[in-house]
């Protein structure tokens, strides 16, 4: 979401050019963690909040509004050498990265565990390089949330992905990761995926085959890998600061064509109006 902040805040300091800004990117976990400690007014956000970091926001004092402010997909790659692959059912992905899939250095390691699933692809016999988000970005909880969830508990294993694997906050440090080995495998917000060269990005079947992910597959949710992205406004300094309500004014008018203008999706009128909605009343908490 850092881009789209950016943007929107760029707009209006031309507007209003005395009013200081700053908009950093350590990930959507840890800024929970200085949102929710009232160290900024609000927290840019790739995945919904948590039922711990409400807890955290709780015994802070601190009340939020939540805003989703557009649409977003999660692009699984791999480098545009890798002629092998062209589309991944969700039981290959939890297969290739998932918590019962530590130590599988090639793809067809976890082509008994894809097939258990239900998969019928053919992985192919070829060293597997992951490079990926670590556990502070919203993009690694969403994804999580989206492929991990959808096995892990049936399975009795947690949450999370297979930790033996290159991570980092910085999705540019993970594209030059999949652009690095020709057989690679990751997975970065779709907006960056887009403007990347050297990597393909792979279609995704959720059951219903096989669907790449465009504006459009995300918009519908018919993309599987698809979420929502919001910011978060303490509301107790929004109350207190009119520069900051006349930002978040700002970003949810004339500044949310910045949304797709930076390579996310827009929300759809009535959902945009929504969210507007809940700023105008200031309702608070998570909806």
Known sequence: VEPISIAVSDKFNEEHPNVEISVDGPGTGDGFELFCNGETDVNDASSKIKDEQIADCEEAGIEFIELQIGNDGIAVMT???????ECLTMADIYALVGPESQGFDNWSDAQALATELGSTTELPDAPLDIVGPG?????????????????????????????????????????????????????????????????????????????????????????????????????????????????????????????????????????????????????????
Request: charged residues 25%; proline residues 4%.
């Open 79 to 85: 480098n545009e050498a890798n002629e092998a692959v």
């Open 135 to 287: 556990e502070e970005s919203g993009t690694f909880a969403s994804f999580v949330e989206l492929v991990i969830e959808e096995f892990n508990e049936d399975r009795g294993q947690e949450a999370t992905t297979r930790p033996d694997y290159q991570s980092s906050p910085d999705d540019n440090v993970i594209i030059q990761g999949i652009q690095s080995s020709d057989t690679s495998f990751g997975w970065v917000g779709f907006a960056y995926a887009q403007q990347a060269e050297g990597v393909k990005v792979l279609e995704v079947d959720g059951g219903d085959g096989c669907v790449a992910p465009t504006p459009e597959t995300i918009a519908d949710n018919s993309y599987p890998v698809s979420r929502p992205l919001f910011i978060y406004i303490n509301a107790a300094k929004a109350e207190e600061n009119p520069a900051l309500a006349a930002w978040v004014d700002f970003y949810l008018n004339d500044g949310i064509s910045s949304v797709s203008e930076v390579g996310y999706v827009d929300l759809a009128e009535e959902d945009i109006e929504a969210t507007r909605s809940l700023w105008d009343s200031r309702t608070t908490g998570a909806q």
